[in-house]
């Protein structure tokens, strides 16, 4: 994950602030390939996810922040040209005037997003979980339970038990 920008230089002027665009429901990447066409300097962190798809788990790459981009701006700049922007709904303000995002925030997205992947668990994968409750117990990983949720079988008071649990609660060893 890089800032872009139409003339494929990537470094924004010291003097320049980063804002926060909303996007239309679902346009975060038009809205941001036309606000690149018209040479601003954009920032849509991306992280790659698992997903069924058609039967199929794929890794899927999809806005980290649905719905919303960066946007390195001088503060002097017209706005209005990113309201008429398709895909941009409006620019995220604060008593009627943009707030700024600090750039060291922006850099940190930037860092980590693509490496935010959500975990690929085959089937017999030892995996760690990490729920209040079944914290530090070690499980076998038997299936995806829909998108978000696994099925796990946990040694628990000396009976195999199978538990559905958040993807997010759990972690591979």
């Known amino acids: 994950m890089s800032i872009r920008n139409a003339t494929g230089g990537s470094n924004p002027s010291e003097q320049d602030a980063w ?23 954009c920032s ?3 992280c790659l996810r698992d997903q069924i798809v058609r039967g199929r ?16 701006l001088p503060a ?26 600090g750039a060291g ?12 992947v959500s975990p690929s668990f085959k089937n017999g994968d030892i995996v760690k979980v990490l729920e209040e409750g079944f914290a530090e117990l070690n499980a076998v990983f038997l299936t995806l339970d829909g998108e978000e949720r696994a099925i796990l079988l ?20």
């Open 44 to 46: 849509r962190p991306i």
């Open 105 to 116: 925030v922006v850099a940190q997205f930037q860092q980590c997003a693509e490496l935010v």
């Open 57 to 72: 788990r794929q890794l899927v790459r999809e806005s980290l922040f649905p719905g919303y981009l960066f946007i390195n």
């Open 154 to 173: 946990i040694d628990f008071l000396s009976r195999r038990q199978q538990v559905s649990l958040p993807l997010t609660k759990i972690s591979a060893l």
């Open 76 to 101: 002097s700049v017209d706005w209005s040209p990113l309201r008429s922007t398709r895909g941009v709904s409006r620019l995220v303000s604060f008593g009627g005037m943009p707030l700024a995002v």
């Open 19 to 41: 804002y926060l665009v909303q996007c239309k429901s679902r346009q975060d990447q038009r809205a941001e390939e036309n606000l690149l066409r018209q040479g601003y300097v």
